[in-house]
């Protein structure tokens, strides 16, 4: 099921284009031939536009994959901001690492191999932006974790809160339920107040007001 028209999502997608250049669109096609879910054009500029929104300078992300949604925290936080990415496959991030070297991205980008949860908690200080995309089930752990780590006016910020791989919030399984409980968790949380972007497959976004 698609949760956006595939026309809304590909004028989006026309929108962008001035944002081709060699190594983003290298990563656009190594996702393709891979089967590899990267965030995509639209959700990685939401991304951007997010982060810079609140002058983001020092970005966490829990499942960085080989860089693909770095690449647009990287443009965000700018010369000498911190996007710190974590994957459990050193393949991943050794491929990410050459793909923002090349991008001129690669100062501002730290790798971490391992549990992405555990990576954040090996790491000191608060965070402007936690972004999560890692499995589906790890997603309420991920936000207790990430939540206490953002400062007050910083961004949590998750991609696949209404559904993945064409699967919806409202199907049976493991990894959708996680996501409910998920969403709900953070729903109900005084500390932030949030909302589902429903681009692509959802991308929620709770800002830290206390
Ligand atoms: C959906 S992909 C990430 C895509 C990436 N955010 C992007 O848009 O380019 C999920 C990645 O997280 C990694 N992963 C999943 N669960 C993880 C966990 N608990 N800890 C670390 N990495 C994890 C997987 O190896 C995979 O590369």
């Known amino acids: 099921m698609d949760i956006v028209d595939p026309r809304i999502e590909a004028y989006m997608a026309e929108r962008l284009k001035r944002f081709d250049e ?14 590899f879910p990267i965030v995509g054009r639209n959700v990685g500029v939401t991304l951007e536009v997010l982060a810079r929104s609140i002058g983001a300078r020092r970005v966490m992300e829990l499942g960085s994959g080989f860089g693909y949604s770095a690449y647009w925290f990287a443009r965000a936080v700018g010369p000498g901001g911190e996007v710190h990415c ?5 393949a991943n991030t050794e491929a990410g690492a050459s793909f923002l070297a090349r991008a001129g991205l690669g100062e501002r980008v730290t ?21 999560c995309d890692i499995d589906k089930t790890g ?22 809160t209404l559904g993945y791989g064409g699967g919806t919030v409202f199907d049976d399984g493991d990894g959708p339920e996680a996501i409910r409980e998920h969403n709900h968790l953070i729903a109900q949380d005084e500390r932030f107040v949030s909302t589902i972007v429903p681009t692509r497959e959802g991308v929620l976004a709770a800002v830290r007001v206390a």
Not at 139 to 151: F, K, Q, T
Request: overall charge negative.
């Open 22 to 35: 060699p190594v983003l669109l290298e990563m656009e096609a190594e996702a393709t031939r891979r089967g």
């Open 86 to 90: 974590t994957d459990g496959d050193a």
């Open 111 to 131: 790798y971490h191999v391992g549990d992405a949860v555990e990576q954040l908690s090996l790491l000191d200080g608060p965070f402007d932006v936690v972004f």
């Open 139 to 160: 997603y309420p752990d991920a936000w207790r974790a990430a939540s206490e780590r953002i400062r007050v006016g910083g961004l949590y910020l998750c991609d696949n």
